[in-house]
């Protein structure tokens, strides 16, 4: 599966699936919003895997608000293909 990060002229950027479940949120991009990096990975786990690794990150925080239990992160590294999610 394909994830994108787009980035517009004031600076902002958003990581999101390329896949039908990420329209809403290209919807909020402005007009001038490009892609300037991708992504092919199996998991949703993978993809923030890769951006922490393309951003330089040393460690993985997901989202400083959320808390995850270890059963829903192993869920985020079932592949695209087990969740029966097409391209």
């Given at each position: 599966m394909k994830w994108e990060l787009w980035k517009d002229s004031d600076g902002k950027e958003?990581?999101?699936i390329s896949h039908r479940i990420g329209d809403?949120?290209?919807k909020k991009l402005s007009d001038n919003a490009k892609?300037?990096?991708h992504c092919d990975v199996e998991s949703a786990?993978?993809?923030q895997v890769k951006y922490m690794e393309?951003?330089?990150f040393k460690f993985i925080r997901i989202w400083w608000?959320?808390?995850y239990k270890k059963s829903e992160l192993d869920e985020s590294k079932r592949t695209y293909k087990e969740l029966g999610w097409e391209e």
């Open positions: 958003m990581y999101i809403l949120g290209r892609v300037i990096w786990y993978e993809a393309y951003k330089g608000w959320l808390r």
